[in-house]
Nanobody, 124 residues
């Protein structure tokens, strides 16, 4: 069992930056894949970025490539999402998720563990 707690959300102006953190408790196996998703009001939850727990290999949604960067710090059991050049359309609740195996997965239903989410609001 893995518990995930997100932090770092807030209000930022368009063009600004934020860094989200996701602290994981419980044993993190090398096969795990960590992901960030987001959900705007009235919209479905969508994939943002993912990273392999062991090697740190990342992958991204096209909408955030070049602006967002996902990373993990194994010693701290923490995953980060650095968000730069933020746009109003990035406004959403951001969720951290963990998947037991399967690098490259983007469907929310395939992830096994979820955090409670953190609100990110980008003003124009």
């Amino acid at each position: 069992q893995v518990q995930l707690v997100e932090s770092g959300g807030g209000l930022v102006q368009s063009g600004g930056s934020l860094r989200l953190s996701c602290a994981a408790s419980g044993r993190m196996f090398s096969s795990y894949v960590m992901g960030w998703f987001r959900q705007a009001p009235g919209k479905e939850r969508q994939f943002v970025a993912g990273v392999s727990w062991s090697g740190g290999t990342s992958y991204y949604a096209d909408s955030v490539k070049g602006r967002f960067a996902i990373s993990r710090e194994v010693a701290k059991n923490t995953v980060y999402l650095q968000m730069n050049s933020l746009k109003p359309e990035d406004t959403a609740i951001y969720y951290c998720a963990a998947k037991i195996r399967g690098w490259g997965a983007t469907m929310p239903g395939t992830f096994d563990y979820w955090g409670q989410g953190t609100q990110v609001t980008v003003s124009s």
